[in-house]
């Protein structure tokens, strides 16, 4: 129902948004029903009696019938090293749901330790274009944190996210970095290739894998990123931003 599975999917029959899914899952827990459940029970037109617009029996039906793409999809990211979880599965990261509640997103996708999204840490966070001397306390901040056994999360972009987790992953620390696009790209890239081979580095999204960079998506992945850590560590913004 959430995922996407090609870009030349068609808008007309898009994925249930974080706020649609979130709606149909209060409507089967008040059935005492799970999403499986929607498969086998004659469920839909219940669905289509909760009056949301978009929410309809077509849709839904529609949504249902791309198992053959999902197979597809599934297997392309297995081959790439990627691992697909949704919040109905015991490994999602609990502490999402506890905090982000029905703003937690129905699926992620990433690559690397999924058990590092339940060990918290420092969210290191700040602009894309920064002078030398933040860079420097970036990077004097990742090293510090390798060294006080305090793991890393932010946003793998370019500035302050990369220096901090690659600050602490050098050092011999681990990081969790939320990408607001392109995982398939990242999960290849060279310069996390062999942290993730050693278990210190998870990165993942969740968006579709090949997604490009929106400004909405980079502002709600903020939120996820604070959602895994403790405490959180502004180091530059960009004036009047």
Known sequence: LCGT????????????????????????????????DIITSGTIPHLEEMNKPGITQDRIERLLKRG?????????????????????????????????????PPLLYGVGDMALLSRGGLAVVGSRDVDSAALDFTRDIGAACSSEKIQVVSGAARGVDQEAMGACLEAGGF????????????????????????????????????????????????????????????????LEK
């Open 68 to 104: 053959a793409a999902m197979a597809f999809a599934v297997e392309k990211w297995t081959n790439m090293g990627l691992w697909v979880v949704s919040r109905g599965d015991e490994q999602y990261p609990t502490v999402l749901k506890q905090r982000l509640k029905h703003g937690t």
């Open 175 to 238: 990081s969790v970095g939320v990408l607001a696009n392109s995982l398939e790209k990242e999960a290849l890239s060279r310069k996390w290739r062999v942290f993730l081979q050693e278990g210190r580095l998870a990165l993942i999204s969740p968006y579709y894998p090949a997604a490009g960079l929106t400004v909405g998506r980079a502002m709600e992945r903020n939120k996820y990123v604070y959602a895994l850590s403790e405490w959180a560590l502004v180091l530059a913004s960009g």
């Open 5 to 36: 599975f090609s870009k030349e999917e068609t808008s007309d029959i898009s994925p249930f948004s974080n706020g649609e899914y979130a709606a149909v899952a209060a409507r089967l827990r008040a059935m005492n029903l799970r999403p499986a």
